[in-house]
């Protein structure tokens, strides 16, 4: 996450003219965005195996809500659409990216839990 947030970064900076320049940045942002599924798409099995798909879901869910909220945050930093407002646009973005990466540095596990692993009832 760190990485796309810093290419986002750098790309806020270039002018409208520098097209081909901005474009290869935004696949390069892009690119290592979607390498960072790589991961995610299994953290959530190996925390607890036995309950992945639940974790999934409520996981999924929850992070739909931003694309939800992604037009009209967009909408509001950029009503002339200028450089300066999409330039903090993209500094949201970038600071979104950098949380997300320090939450999961901070919080993040890939052990599994206890309260995942089935207990033995004895009869």
């Known amino acids: 996450l760190v990485v796309p947030a810093i290419l986002l970064t750098a790309l806020s900076f270039f002018d409208c003219e520098q097209t081909a320049f901005v474009v290869v940045l ?5 690119s290592f965005l979607s390498l960072n599924f790589v991961g ?3 953290n959530m099995f190996d925390i607890s195996p036995t309950h992945g798909g639940q974790i999934m ?8 809500f931003p694309g939800i909220l992604t037009p009209y945050t ?3 930093f950029t009503p002339n659409n200028t450089r300066e407002q ?5 500094f949201l ?3 979104i990216l950098t949380f997300g990466a320090l939450c ?3 919080f993040g596990k890939v052990t599994v ?5 089935p207990t033995e009832k004895k009869e």
């Open 113 to 117: 839990e206890k309260w995942s692993v």
């Open 74 to 76: 967009v909408a509001q």
């Open 57 to 64: 879901t409520v996981s999924n869910t929850i992070a739909n």
């Open 86 to 90: 999409w330039q903090k646009m993209f």
């Open 93 to 95: 973005t970038a600071g």
């Open 40 to 42: 995610l798409m299994v």
């Open 26 to 30: 935004m696949c390069l942002a892009a």
């Open 104 to 106: 999961f540095v901070v």
